[in-house]
């Protein structure tokens, strides 16, 4: 396939925001393709190498980018930066700066091979030398590529590919390229990616074997599970009825969920819940998990939380949390901050799968596979037929130091479901019975500039929660409360990778930001109740024509959800059911703002 067929295509899906018409213009796309370049085409347009949680970066950053667009443009690099500055992306500046140079066509038009495979060596290029090594291949790139192949090119190595394609519409169009687009295929299509986590092995199975042949993807140690996801009660008593009268309780350990595979031979992997690598900052669990875990190979998932190594309590996730993404000083933070891996589920044991099966059986199979350690341990449990029984449960939670308990269905059928949200699991924490005071993840759209004491920061930030049924992020509230000095100043470099000039075309909302922000940062907020608002996109009609909903005095917690990918953030749904239980519901006639101004 031409990598200018892939850039027209788009070109046109940049120019839209309907979903079925991004769909059609995917299937189209892909429908004449085959391995290697089906797979290929859909990983570079997620802005992807490879599956996700590979890991697979290029490493290219704005000024190296901008160095390879001077070179390749004949133009100087203050030039560059200048003109980059006007448009607002680097894309479009060298589209501008190579219209009307003579390519260099003396090895033929570009394809995606050629593409994918210099790409790798960008990402593959490391030690002395490597940015060096990075450049000449982009230039040598941008040197073969008309102006429109050079826009894309330049906007994927800087992960700003603008398409607006994630795997919810990749999946739809699967369904309707390579099956009979019905609502059947694309259930048995999003169960495979739920399994692998890897939608380039979906579509070649998809293409060679049929949607029947999608049954051989299982499970295989070293590639994660995208997580089985719980729903939410307002009362201990609704939770019971939920699940026929019993269930099984178990802590709601306030950590890090963590999916561990655990090999016959070689190295265990640890992943988070968004499937990225997190191995090297818990080098304890990786050393103590093949001691414990018996008669491997197994995946295993559990929460990892941070305990007090003189009295063995619990402490809070905020200490967990500056485990993540550390790299040196790794056997300081293993004595200053140690963790346990409370372990409830288990989805391969003895190289067979275990998912298939109810809950109760997989806690048995669970249990008789753990040989307790230091680190690792089983999550506490305790099975309850009546409300009495749940509450006292909670109350030993939390004062064990948990946030809450999960209750997890004993019916027939409990299977546990990869990627899905159900009823099965109920999370549930005290407070949820108390006006709105559950939290709610948030996903970071757009940011405003300060005034005052912030003048020269961002002062407040546009969340927006996601609606997997639009595959869309509409916004719910403004946050600029809850951050204090040290969290304001670090702003700004957590969010620099998200910025974009223009409107994520993913992101619907009535408010116009100072800043746009790609989704990518989640962080938790609470609020005093959600209302209706004219201006916030959340499940906009569902209450009143023409609002959405608002999250009302919205402060940030300080807890960045570094574990959760965008679309792991409340979902719109979610949202809706949260405003229907409240005590005191917003009436329709009352649209509010839902701002919180700084």
Excluded at 119 to 137: D, F, N, P
Excluded at 141 to 152: I, T, V, W
Excluded at 542 to 558: D, E, I, Y
Aim: aromatic share 6%.
């Amino acid at each position: 396939m031409r990598f200018l067929e892939l850039a027209q295509a788009y070109e046109r899906l940049e120019a839209t925001t309907k979903r079925l018409e991004m769909r059609a213009i995917l299937v189209e796309l892909i429908r004449p393709l085959r391995p290697p370049d089906l797979p290929r085409v859909l990983y570079l347009s997620q802005g992807l190498l490879r599956p996700e949680y590979e890991g697979v970066e290029l490493g290219v950053a704005d000024s190296l980018a901008r160095r390879a667009v001077a070179l390749a443009s004949g133009i100087e690099e203050a030039e560059v930066g200048k003109r980059t500055k006007a448009s607002g992306d680097l894309g479009t500046t060298v589209s501008e700066l190579l219209a009307g140079r003579r390519r260099l066509e003396s090895e033929g038009p570009l394809e995606v091979a050629d593409v994918y495979r210099e790409l790798e060596r960008v990402a593959t290029a490391a030690g002395e030398g490597s940015q060096e090594t990075k450049v000449k291949t982009l230039v040598e790139l941008l040197g073969r590529a008309s102006p429109l192949e050079a826009k894309f090119l330049v906007r994927f190595v800087l992960g700003t590919l603008r398409v607006g394609v994630r795997e919810m519409t990749i999946l739809d169009a699967l369904a309707v390229a390579f099956a009979d687009g019905s609502k059947d295929a694309r259930t048995r299509i999003e169960a495979a990616f739920n399994l692998s986590s890897d939608l380039g092995l979906v579509a070649g199975a998809l293409v060679e074997r049929g949607i029947d042949g999608l049954a051989g993807i299982g499970l295989e140690v070293g590639r994660p599970v995208r997580p089985m996801l719980a729903e939410r009660e307002p009362t201990l008593a609704d939770v019971l009825e939920r699940m026929g009268g019993s269930a099984a309780l178990e802590f709601k350990y306030d950590g890090l969920r963590v999916q561990a595979h655990v090999p016959k031979h070689g190295a265990v992997r640890l992943f988070s819940r968004r499937l990225e690598e997190i191995s090297a900052q818990f080098p304890e669990l990786v050393a103590e998990l093949p001691k414990v875990v018996k008669r491997p190979p197994a995946i295993v998932e559990g929460e990892c939380v941070p305990i007090d190594p003189e009295t063995d309590e619990i402490r809070p996730f905020q200490a967990v949390s500056k485990r993540r993404g550390r790299k040196y000083d790794l056997d300081r933070a293993q004595e200053e901050i140690p963790v346990c891996l409370f372990l409830f589920d288990i989805l391969l044991a003895e190289g067979e799968e275990t998912y298939r099966r109810d809950f109760p059986e997989r806690r048995k199979i669970l249990a008789d596979l753990l040989q307790p350690g230091d680190h690792v341990r089983l999550a506490d449990q305790r099975i309850v037929h009546d409300v009495d029984g749940a509450t006292a449960y909670l109350d030993e939670a939390i004062s064990e130091g948990a946030e809450g308990v999960m209750a997890k269905s004993l019916k027939p059928g409990s299977s546990y479901r990869a990627g899905a949200r159900g009823y099965w699991w109920i999370k549930y924490k005290r407070d949820y019975t108390v006006g709105l005071s559950d939290s709610i993840d948030g996903v970071v759209v757009g940011a405003f500039s300060g005034r005052g004491r912030r003048a020269g920061k961002y002062g407040a930030l546009l969340l927006a929660v996601y609606n997997p049924k639009k595959d869309r992020f509409e916004s719910f509230t403004k946050v600029g409360s809850g951050f204090d000095d040290a969290a304001l100043a670090e702003l700004p470099k957590r969010l620099a990778k998200y910025e974009s000039e223009t409107k994520p075309p993913e992101v619907d909302t009535g408010l116009e930001p100072d800043r746009w922000m790609r989704p990518g940062l989640v962080l938790e907020v609470r609020g005093a109740e959600l209302t209706l608002s004219p201006i916030h996109r959340a499940e906009t009609g569902a209450v009143h024509a023409g609002a959405g909903l608002a999250l009302r005095f919205p402060r940030f917690t300080g807890r960045y959800r570094d574990d959760k990918a965008p679309t792991e953030s409340t979902t719109s749904q979610e949202l809706l059911k949260m405003y229907r239980s409240q005590v005191r519901q917003a009436a329709p006639s009352e649209p509010d703002s839902g701002d919180s101004r700084p």
